[in-house]
T-cell receptor, first 113, second 114 residues
Framework: QKEVEQNSGPLSVPEGAIASLNCTYS??????FFWYRQYSGKSPELIMS????GDKEDGRFTAQLNKASQYVSLLIRDSQPSDSATYLC?????????????FGKGTKLSVKP | NAGVTQTPKFRILKIGQSMTLQCAQD?????MYWYRQDPGMGLKLIYY???????DKGEVPNGYNVSRSTTEDFPLRLELAAPSQTSVYFC?????????????FGSGTRLTVV
């Protein structure tokens, strides 16, 4: 059973701080890694994708991938109250009958003004 | 360009009733998916389709059926509703199953079975 694990939180950070969200996955063959943001009552929205080891930056967001440790993280710099949401880590592994994204349960982030 | 459209947005069913959740996309995506999301439990794949006429089971297919007669539409059928099917259902699509593509999600259907 392929698994994606996330700390459910809630993670609370003050406005302007760095929020660090973590995710581990069980399948060493996983190829692609995604972070989705989901506001309460809304659908998931893709915010970052990463495919190779290292860091990938997009504005205030940085995704980090370490395939040897099977670990993915998302850093949000200068956190804003509008960043308050649940962040879903998703891992893609090709092949097999499923070959689809496996989602973690999500980490709820709360940014306090 | 509407993306992925789901209807209805909300529905209350009685135990044993049937219904179809509609999903349509206008992006010419080959791949379509149905997920359910229970509180605090993340997204679980119900069924997916890699193209018209081709469907396959996901992680939690029991109690559901799907069809894919066109590229655009991927309805989800609940035949005998049970309280365990109370959930939020999301339809998603992607052009390709490969690593470069995330999924585009619909706005969801909130279903309550009483």
């Amino acid at each position: 059973q392929k698994e994606v694990e996330q700390n459910s939180g809630p993670l609370s950070v003050p406005e302007g701080a760095i929020a660090s969200l973590n995710c581990t996955y069980s399948d060493r063959g996983s190829q692609s890694f995604f972070w989705y943001r989901q506001y309460s009552g809304k659908s998931p929205e893709l915010i970052m994708s990463i495919y190779s080891n290292g860091d990938k930056e997009d504005g205030r967001f940085t995704a980090q991938l370490n395939k040897a440790s099977q670990y993915v993280s998302l850093l949000i710099r200068d956190s804003q109250p509008s960043d308050s949401a649940t962040y879903l880590c998703a891992v893609f592994t090709a092949g097999g009958s499923q070959g689809n994204l496996i989602f973690g349960k999500g980490t709820k982030l709360s940014v306090k003004p | 360009n509407a993306g992925v459209t789901q209807t209805p947005k909300f529905r209350i069913l009685k135990i044993g009733q049937s219904m179809t959740l509609q999903c349509a996309q206008d992006m010419n995506h080959n791949y379509m998916y149905w997920y359910r999301q229970d509180p605090g439990m993340g997204l679980k794949l119900i069924y997916y389709s890699v193209g018209a006429g081709i469907t396959d089971k996901g992680e939690v297919p029991n109690g559901y059926n799907v069809s894919r007669s066109t590229t655009e539409d991927f309805p989800l059928r609940l035949e005998l509703a049970a309280p365990s099917q109370t959930s939020v259902y999301f339809c998603a699509s992607s052009y390709y199953q490969g690593p470069s593509y995330g999924y585009t999600f619909g706005s969801g259907t909130r279903l309550t079975v009483v």
